[in-house]
Structure formats: C-alpha cells, structure tokens
C-alpha cells in the first residue's frame, strides 16, 4: 500500500490556544477515510495547531519544509504522495523543491497565490518606519477589518501569517516535473483564485489542474468522495 503524507491549512479555528482537538484533519475525516481505503495516511499537526507548542519567532516556508523533513526522518517515513490543502499546498511546493526526491505533490484548494490578502490594502510608509507600520497594520487587521487567522492567533502565529499570506509561488509549482504534480480546486474558490493560477500556466500544466464543479475553497469537507476520487484516478 502506498503512503501518503497529509499537511493541513491554516485553519484559525485548530489553532492551540483555540480548541482542545488533537488533529487538525478532524473536520476532514470523511475524506482522510476515503484516503485510508488505498493508501497509507500519515498526519502531523504543525507548530501552533491542535496542541503543538510554538517557536518563539516567526516562520516562513522554508521553516515549514523543514519541519516536514524533520517529521520524515524522526519517523523513518518515506511516503510516496504529500498532499498539501491550502496553506499546506504552498508548504508542500516550498518542501519539494528543497528535500523532494521521488514523492509526487498533490495540492488541494492549494494557497499559490492569495486573493484575499487584506493587509496588502494598508497603506505603505517608508522602510524607516516599518516598526510603527507593522502595529499600526496588525491594530488595523484585528480591531477593523477582524481578520480571523489574526484576531485569534498568538505573536508567532500572526507575525507568521503576515509573511505567508504575501508570498506567490505560481513560479515554484512550475519548477515541479508536471508528472509528478496534481492541483484540485472547487470552481467557485474565491479564497485563493484558480483563475490567477491556472491563466499562469502553460498548457502542459494546465492539463495537471482538476476542477470540481460546484466546490469551494473547503472541497475537503463539502465534497470529500469526489475529491478523493479525482485523486486516485490521477494518480493511479
């Protein structure tokens, strides 16, 4: 049976200091079941979620493939699939290019690119100022616009979240071979924009980009047989 590595979005609602859930796919269990019928499902909860302590400073992705590595070596685990949903699809193109060897990445409602960074709208100020800046954006984001992922999160996880959500990787996912790549998002995503994505690639990518009608950015939990099935006829 092949193996095949999970990693979660950024979901604000599993982060630690939020909920008592020790796994950050337990709103997602229909389709990690119909995963586990064909595969060997290995999961892990990242710094800051479901009861994983924190750094004390701020990540960036390549922290997040690190961590990944990590996990892969601690448990002797060579898996033959990473699927990352969301923010763990942008974690899983940074982890390929680093540490990727003969694993295939299968990215889900994947956050390439964002199109709903609201703090990207906050007025810029010269660099000298960027102290003053960083807590006038975060006093904007949490007691204006109440960004969720910022309202709710601790330092680590807000400063994290500001360096993330800024970050394209539509050049990165076409460094990965496209026969070792698979892309899933719901038609009707407004969280990260297929459009943006898929109007980016050339046509030999493209043809590795699969749609669900109807599917949101939560495609894992709204249309979790159907998700499952595209992934196993496109792998297979």
């Not at 940074?94 to 690119?113: H, Q």
């Not at 709710?152 to 394209?168: A, H, S």
């Not at 990165?172 to 899933?184: A, F, G």
């Amino acid at each position: 049976m092949k193996k095949i590595l999970l990693i979660h979005g950024w979901n604000y609602r599993n982060y630690t200091s939020q909920t008592q859930e020790t796994d950050a796919w337990h709103n997602r269990q229909e389709m990690v079941g119909e995963l586990e019928k064909d595969y060997e499902v290995y999961k892990l909860n990242l710094p800051g979620f479901c009861g994983q302590e924190e750094p004390k400073k701020s990540w960036n992705l390549d922290n997040y493939s690190d961590y990944i590595k990590k996990f892969l070596e601690e448990n002797n685990l060579t898996v033959d699939y990473i699927l990352g949903y969301s923010f763990g699809g942008a974690v899983a193109i940074t982890y390929y290019l680093k540490y990727g060897k003969d694993e295939s990445i299968i990215l889900v409602s994947p956050a390439i690119i964002r199109n709903n960074d609201k703090s990207k709208k906050f007025i810029k100020t010269p660099k000298v100022f960027d102290k003053l800046r960083s807590v006038l954006r975060d006093f904007y984001l949490i007691h204006v616009v109440k960004t969720n992922e910022m309202v709710y999160g601790t330092k680590f996880l807000r400063e994290t979240y500001q360096k993330i959500v800024r970050v394209d990787l539509r050049d990165k996912v076409t460094q990965i071979p496209s026969d070792k790549l698979l892309i899933i998002y719901g038609s009707e995503d407004k969280m990260v924009d297929p459009e943006n994505v898929i109007s980016y690639l050339n046509d030999e990518y493209k043809k590795r980009v699969q749609m669900i009608e109807g599917g949101g950015h939560n495609i894992g939990s709204t249309h979790p047989k159907q998700l499952v099935k595209t992934i196993k006829n496109k792998i297979r």
